[in-house]
């Protein structure tokens, strides 16, 4: 099935192969969890859990429900591989709940006019204009019927059909919903107030104050920090190494393993460019396809890849090779491993203490390497082969140090350029209370922001910019509005200059140069739109802790006791 949809969705509908494919990963990782919705803890136990029309405990109603949700998912929305792993688990387990409640109160199938509303509103047949398009519905059915395996249009249809009665149920539930007049007015009032604005912009990279930090300063904001510059953790081990660059030599090649290597990888080696044919003012040809000219142009490469990729395999054989031997000659404590090292005559190569987020070199960058790192102790003081970027390897435990608060000595460095950094942050904080009050003395000379900014700059030594923003409302606001600025508004009255907000490397000054406020009374047509929005989303958000609350008490009558 996967097989198909990605041939199909990767022509059609890339972003939809994405997400279902996101779903499908997601679906398998719960099925082999151990989490108390799907899957279980303990893999000995047989038992059935019951979840409504599902079972738990079987891979294949777990497939049904998670692949029916993500489908439903899809059809609707497109974009849902976007939330993680919980939101898609807790949209499955609802929906399941939902249907339960369908079946309970009788609600009748759909019939064929209601499935193909259904389908006129999903947007996955949506054109550009966000409409319907009955030709991208075509081609998909048309798909369907070449699938020999896999989505068909039964399926398509029978997610369809449960997705009208879960909504006649969601319909039930949320009720009308219900919103104050005085919800509607602040909500209007914040959408389509009418803003005409100046900003400024203070510069944070540019601006350099002189810091001179006392011995005394430095220990006391040491102090002060408290765990902040612990040491964590840190594992010391040594490995028996086996990089792949040593097992070069005894990799044989054939042209024809060259050659096979290529056409199986052509991505990975494409041709180099002509730089005679460079010339952009001159128009290009392309050139017939020529597969032996190109596989001479780049066979080294591919040669080479290929031998490092063999040795590679050569270095992870020998690697496993010790670790087996290691495992049969029951060396169980760090002395019988120095012992069995000591008897192959291998060497070990020590390695620099490392935390959890270190990458030693020695170790190829291997996240695996390191996780593994801190998996060892006495009772298990040697590791299984590991394969890295570089070759092979194998652990060896030494000692894994406790995590402790370093001498001041041993961080000075890091202490300094932090209580550094952190004295030019509140410098900068006071120097905008400083430009803030320089500013409107400026405007109530009758100066605009932008014919103040230059004085203003000169006279408290911030690198400063200033623009106008032509009105706009927040319904309809600019695409390049920083995301400050509507923050400052909602406290900003007309001709008012905001506390400077400092984002990132940058302080920034919003003044309301004009305010227009909507008519807030229920003759404006948007009265009544914006109270159909609030009560609809209320509405749903009693809907969905109902169907929460179901779930939460079906899963409890069978989630495995931990013992």
Do not use: C
Not at 7 to 18: I, N, P
């Amino acid at each position: 099935m996967i097989t198909w949809i990605q041939k199909y969705f990767q022509h059609h509908f890339k972003t939809v192969f994405a997400v279902l494919l996101a779903v499908t990963i997601i679906a398998f990782v719960f099925t082999i969890g151990a989490a108390p919705g799907l899957g279980s803890a303990d893999r000995r136990a047989a038992a059935d859990r019951p979840f409504f029309s599902y079972n738990l405990s079987l891979q294949s109603d777990q497939e049904r429900l998670m692949g029916d949700a993500g489908l439903s998912a899809n059809l609707r929305v497109g974009a849902f591989g976007q939330l993680d792993g919980e939101q898609i688990q807790n949209y499955a387990f609802q929906r399941a709940a939902t249907l339960h409640l369908a079946d309970a109160w009788h609600i009748p199938a759909p019939t064929t006019a209601e499935i193909t509303d259904q389908i006129k509103t999903l947007r996955m047949f949506a054109g550009q204009d966000g409409q319907f398009d009955a030709k991208a519905y075509q081609t998909f059915r048309d798909n369907l019927k070449t699938n020999p395996r896999g989505i068909r249009e039964a399926d398509i249809l029978r997610v369809v059909a449960d997705d009208v009665r879960a909504d006649k149920v969601q319909a039930l539930l949320s009720g009308p919903g219900y919103v104050l007049p005085a919800d509607i007015r602040s909500q209007l009032g914040r959408s389509d107030t009418s803003w005409t604005l100046a900003t400024a912009t203070a510069d944070y990279t540019a601006f350099k104050p002189a810091i001179n930090a006392s011995e005394k300063d430095l220990n006391d904001y040491f102090e002060q920090a408290g765990s902040r510059y612990d040491i964590p953790p840190q594992a010391v081990v040594e490995i028996l190494d086996f990089p792949a660059l040593d097992f070069l030599a005894k990799v044989t090649l054939t042209d024809a393993d060259v050659r096979a290597y290529y056409d199986a990888n052509p991505s990975r080696f494409p041709k180099p460019a002509d730089p005679a044919k460079a010339d952009a003012t001159k128009p290009q040809v392309t050139p017939p396809a020529d597969p032996a000219a190109d596989f001479a142009a780049v066979k080294p490469q591919v040669e080479s890849a290929l031998r490092f990729e063999r040795a590679q395999k050569l270095a992870a054989k020998a690697a496993s090779d010790a670790s087996l031997a290691l495992f049969e000659a029951k060396a169980r404590t760090p002395e019988a491993v120095a012992a069995f090292i000591a008897a192959r005559k291998l060497k070990a190569k020590p390695v620099p203490a490392f935390a959890r987020d270190g990458s030693p070199a020695e170790l190829g960058g291997s996240s695996e390497a390191v996780a593994e790192a801190f998996r060892l102790g006495k009772d298990r003081p040697a590791s299984d082969a590991i394969t890295t970027p570089t070759g092979s390897l194998i652990l060896v435990w030494k000692e894994t140090r406790a995590s402790r608060k370093p001498l001041f000595t041993e961080v000075k460095e890091k202490v300094t350029a932090d209580h550094a950094e952190g004295e030019r942050r509140k410098k900068f904080i006071e120097q905008g209370k400083v430009t803030k009050a320089a500013y409107e003395a400026k405007i109530q000379a009758g100066e605009t922001l932008e014919q103040a900014t230059a004085a203003v700059a000169a006279a408290t030594g911030l690198k400063l910019e200033a623009k106008a923003v032509p009105a706009f409302t927040l319904r309809n606001r600019p695409q390049d509005l920083d995301f400050s600025v509507i923050g400052s508004l909602e406290r900003l009255e007309k001709g008012k200059l905001s506390d400077m907000v400092v984002t990132g490397d940058k302080g920034l000054f919003v003044l309301a140069v004009d305010k227009q406020a909507p008519d807030l009374t229920d003759k404006n047509p948007r009265f009544a739109e914006s109270r159909d929005q609030i009560a609809s989303f209320t509405a749903r958000i009693g809907a969905s802790a109902v169907l929460s609350e179901l779930v939460e008490q079906e899963l409890k009558k069978t989630t495995p006791v931990a013992r």
